[in-house]
């Protein structure tokens, strides 16, 4: 059985991975705390900016990493809010946009550090420089506003796996499923 260990994003905490860690248990995988002992490290958003440094064999699974060369901030951060909320409003999940980004204020308050660390590390846009060389797959979402479509330019010594799925940035926490598809079409492969 493989251990899965979850690094969130910007803003993010327990709250928001809740789901996925319910979607991952149902699916057969085990919860590791421990992000160096995880045989597999799903990383979100800004997350990235904090996978392991370990000589374990790893799967990292990146789902919208922060790399729009370019692009300022500010511009993405506007998109990506946008986009959350008309896709909560197009599912008629107002109330779930609410509480997350409620529980968006709450982590960003409780880790002050952590958020200034990960606004300067996507200002410098050094994605590829902070990949481990380790089997990585890269899933973007079609409306995300903070990753770029072009990842596929992203110099790596090890392959890089890319997928694309229907939805905006944040839409793994709320629909799993499909990511988790993914991971586990890739450990069939490899």
């Keep these: ?24 248990l149902k699916s057969g995988y085990t919860l590791e705390k421990n992000i160096e002992k995880a045989n597999i490290v799903i990383a979100h958003s800004g997350g990235v900016f904090f996978l392991p440094l370990t000589e374990k064999s790893q799967t ?8 729009w060369p370019g692009k300022p901030i500010l511009l993405c951060m506007a998109q990506k809010i ?24 709450i982590y960003t308050v409780i880790d002050l550090l952590r958020a ?10 050094d994605l ?19 990753c770029s479509p072009d990842l596929m330019d992203i110099p790596h010594k090890n392959p890089i796996t890319f997928f694309e799925l229907p939805g905006e ?16 079409k890739f450990s069939r492969i490899n």
């Design 1 to 24: 059985m493989s251990s899965v260990a979850i690094i969130p994003g910007f803003a993010e905490g327990k709250w928001h991975y809740k789901p996925m860690q319910a979607a991952l």
């Design 60 to 67: 990292i699974v990146l789902i919208g990493p922060p790399y």
């Design 82 to 105: 946008h986009l959350d909320f008309h896709a909560r409003q197009q599912e008629k999940k107002l109330g779930y946009w609410f509480i997350k980004t409620f529980w968006n204020g």
């Design 116 to 125: 200034y660390m990960l606004l300067s590390y996507v200002r410098k846009h």
């Design 128 to 146: 590829k420089d902070r990949l481990p060389n380790k089997k990585i797959i890269i899933i973007r979402n079609k409306n995300d506003a903070w």
């Design 169 to 184: 940035h944040d839409d793994c926490w709320i629909h799993p499923e499909p990511y988790i598809k993914i991971l586990q």
